[in-house]
């Protein structure tokens, strides 16, 4: 089995402790705007127990320089989503490529925290927990994984250099370049809070209680309901909830919800056979507030936070 070497592993982990992402906030709180960094991935910057898994003969390519790398991050402050698309290109390609060709691997990092400092030079840290993996990288599905990412730059816009650049996957793999290329906003207005759909996205733990009203008594009887689902960003929940209604249990029940968010971050939850939920969702979409709107015979209100 293969190891894969890394240059200067511990000064770039004591950058990346908890310690060391507390004192980089010391520019009064600031975030990042968006950004987008391209950098080319060579073997000496990686560091894994193990090879990535890669059909042989782009793994012998990558070993011997006639076939690159490239990783591409694109960073989107109003939602603190991070993309991440990894790809293959002919030794000594250009940087930037010009059209990234169908990625070896792509996923999504939500971002929960992010620091700038100028001590003792210009960088960013951020971190967060991997919420895709649609395409798997080489070292497997990462979906969950925690993933820290920091880098220097230099001058802003366009024309943005940057170094050096690290990215680990905890407990997976670390990579390390000197240099990349690409474009970086430190604009306040770049990081808006703006809502969308997309806000939305990943697992959670939601709780709802109330009452129901039973429609031959006029009664009501306490409804209470747990679980988890899954947001897929586009609009579809699958749930997967246990509780009583009625003075009835349930366990397990599973069903879609179709939802919607507008950008002041409030929206609705529509469940099979038509009962409305209205819906509002923090800014970073850690957590919401939910409120049975329809039928009104279903007094009842919830929570849910991000896994």
């Known amino acids: 089995m293969n190891k894969f070497a890394f240059v200067a592993p511990v000064a770039v982990l004591v950058l990346l402790s908890p310690l060391g992402l507390a004192q980089d906030n010391q520019n009064g709180g600031n975030a990042p705007g968006d950004f987008v960094i391209e950098r080319i991935l060579r073997p ?35 939602q603190r989503t991070l993309d991440q698309i990894g790809f293959i290109v002919p030794g000594k390609s250009p940087l930037p490529f010009p ?9 999504v990092i939500h ?3 992010a620091s700038i400092t100028s001590q003792p030079g210009a960088s960013i840290v951020m971190t967060g927990r991997v919420i895709s993996n649609d395409a798997p990288t080489p070292f497997g599905d990462i979906t969950g994984a925690i993933v820290t990412l920091s880098f220097g730059y230099q001058g802003a816009g366009a024309q943005t250099r940057f170094g050096p650049i690290y990215e680990a996957v905890s407990p997976l793999y670390g990579l390390y370049t000197d240099t990349g290329v690409g474009m970086l906003s430190l604009t306040p207005a770049a990081q808006a809070n703006a809502c969308s759909t997309a806000t939305l996205s990943g ?15 006029g009664a ?26 009625v003075g009835k249990n349930f366990t397990d029940r599973a069903f879609p919800i179709t939802y919607t968010i507008d950008q002041n971050c409030s929206g609705t939850l529509t469940l099979p056979g038509g009962a409305t939920m209205g819906l509002v969702v923090s800014k970073d979409g850690e957590r919401m507030n939910m409120v049975f709107t329809s039928p ?3 007094p009842a209100m919830g929570t849910g936070r991000r896994q």
């Open 44 to 78: 000496t910057g990686i560091l894994s127990p193990s090879a990535p898994n890669l059909p042989p003969d782009v793994l012998a390519g990558f070993l011997n320089g006639s076939l690159e790398i490239h990783q591409l991050f694109k960073y989107d402050s109003a």
């Open 99 to 107: 059209t990234p060709v169908p990625a070896v691997d792509h996923y």
């Open 111 to 113: 971002v929960d925290t």
């Open 203 to 217: 697992a959670y733990m939601f709780q709802i209680q109330g009452s129901v009203q039973s429609s031959a008594t």
């Open 220 to 245: 009501y009887t306490p409804f209470v309901d747990s679980g988890r689902f899954v947001a897929d960003g586009n609009g579809t929940l699958s749930v997967v909830d246990s509780g009583n209604l």
């Open 296 to 298: 009104s015979s279903t």
